[in-house]
């Protein structure tokens, strides 16, 4: 069965400090993987996607996230963080094959100045 | 602007009444989904559909139905058998047949029971 997990709840960081948001998944096959933020009471913006090629998959608002087969894991990333990304972010997976997308259960980042 | 617009943005029911959520997207995708959110368990799928006139059922469907008469609206009906429907719903929509295309969210409905 397919599934994604964020092992963490909650992730604190000072801003500045570089941040990670860890997501690992279970799928067969080489799978599409997405990342997500959610700002309070709003939609889910897509962040930056994993398809092929180079491990490190550069996206919006300066994240980036590193593809790692070996461990099946595709862990957000940014060099400072800010304030402003305090949110709920979520990773999704979609098997190569067809199938849904299927996300993980959200990690609350908490940026403090 | 293409988006996806759900509304309302707020919505309350008492218990044993239908309720309909409305969904629209201008961006002249196929596919379409519904997604429930509940606070640490992510988002669930509860229908979703690939064209028009069909649609298929998602991991929680008891206690909801859907419609696709057309291509731009998909609307989620929460029935009286939905024993806990206080949630935050999500629509969303994507390109068919590409696996790679992200799904595209509008801003969500929160539903309350009174």
């Known amino acids: 069965a397919q599934s994604v997990a964020q092992p963490e709840d909650q992730v604190n960081v000072a801003e500045g400090n570089p941040l990670t948001v860890k997501c690992t998944y279970s799928v067969s096959g080489n799978p599409y993987l997405f990342w997500y933020v959610q700002y309070p009471n709003r939609g889910l913006q897509f962040l930056l996607k994993?398809?092929?090629?180079?491990?490190l998959v550069k996206g919006s608002y300066g994240f980036e996230a590193e593809f790692n087969k070996s461990q099946t894991s595709f862990h957000l990333k940014k060099p400072s963080a800010l304030v402003s990304d305090s949110a709920l972010y979520f990773c999704?997976?979609?098997?190569?094959?067809?199938?849904?997308?299927?996300f993980g259960q959200g990690t609350e980042l908490s940026v403090k100045p | 602007d293409g988006g996806i617009t759900q509304s309302p943005k707020y919505l309350f029911r008492k218990e044993g009444q239908n309720v309909t959520l409305s969904c629209e997207q201008n961006l002249n995708h196929d596919a379409m989904y519904w997604y429930r959110q509940d606070p640490g368990q992510g988002l669930r799928l509860i229908y979703y559909?690939?064209?028009?006139?069909?649609?298929q059922k998602g991991d929680i469907a008891e206690g909801y139905s859907v419609s696709r008469e057309k291509k731009e609206s998909f609307p989620l009906t929460v029935t009286s058998a939905q024993k806990n429907p206080t949630a935050f719903y999500l629509c969303?929509?994507?390109?068919?047949?590409?696996?790679?295309?992200?799904?595209?969210f509008g801003q969500g409905t929160r539903l309350t029971v009174v």
């Open positions: 559909s690939q064209i028009v006139n069909d649609f």
């Open positions: 969303a929509s994507s390109i068919p047949g590409q696996d790679v295309s992200e799904a595209f």
């Open positions: 994993y398809i092929t090629g180079d491990n």
């Open positions: 999704a997976v979609r098997a190569r094959q067809g199938g849904k997308l299927i």
